[in-house]
């Protein structure tokens, strides 16, 4: 059972557009979402993260929007250039516990063309 | 450089062999945590220890799959009796006591079972 559904898998945009990732969640559980990017043969990268008592965070050129009754979450990234190419997983956790192991979507590759 | 780092960054190993990963957290970082990659797919939790302690395993460590942190700084992944289907990045990271919720990773090894 996929926790955490990604889309688009795949994302082409141009230099200066707006990218969207877009993930859904079903444990309603969760209450920690971080966005996560990876280059090739590096490890993930915390790029940006939201608590569900927030519906938008931005950091820079990246914002998180956050619908917790549609149990949905988004990256957009702004003004997107050819260094943000790479793969972008969200993610989500849950303090129960206290371990707050990640659930990862399957990841998004954006190439964003010059 | 201080952030997390995982040897070797790559290894080949016929099926049947053993292999064994290492991990050095960031220094002060009271958790690890191991993570399996697979291509085209998000990291998937297998374990993690808090110091020496390990807290939880994932029902993907088989038996085959042991891990190490005697001495709650580094440490070690075994895989006995590799199969090609252990063929994956192997993902390490770390994560500081009152901030479990942001991880940071190591760079990986790649293990390809041949």
């Known amino acids: 059972q996929q926790q955490v559904k990604q889309s688009p898998q795949s994302l082409i945009v141009q230099k200066g557009g707006i990218s969207i990732i877009n993930c859904a969640y079903e444990?309603?559980?969760?209450?920690?979402f971080p966005w996560y990017q990876q280059f090739p043969g590096k490890g993930p990268a915390l790029l940006i993260a939201i608590r569900p008592d927030v519906s938008e965070k931005k950091e820079g050129r990246f914002t998180i929007s956050f619908n917790k009754s549609a149990k949905q979450f988004s990256l957009h990234i702004m003004d997107s250039q050819p260094g943000d190419s790479a793969t972008y997983f969200c993610a989500a956790s849950t303090a129960t516990g206290g371990s707050y192991i990640p659930t990862f979507g399957r990841g998004t590759s954006l190439i964003v063309h010059p | 450089d201080t952030g997390v780092s995982q040897n070797p960054r790559h290894k080949i190993t016929k099926r049947g062999q053993n292999v064994t990963f290492r991990c050095d957290p960031i220094s002060e970082h009271n958790r690890l945590y191991w993570y399996r990659q697979t291509l085209g797919q998000g990291p998937e939790f297998l374990t993690y220890f808090q110091n020496e302690a390990q807290l939880e395993k994932s029902r993907l460590l088989s038996d085959r799959f042991s891990a190490e942190r005697p001495k709650g700084s580094f440490s070690t992944l075994e895989i006995q009796r590799t199969e090609q289907g252990d063929s994956a990045m192997y993902l390490c990271a770390s994560s500081l006591k009152g901030q479990h919720y942001e991880q940071y990773f190591g760079p990986g090894t790649r293990l390809t079972v041949t």
């Open positions: 444990n309603t559980a969760f209450d920690y």
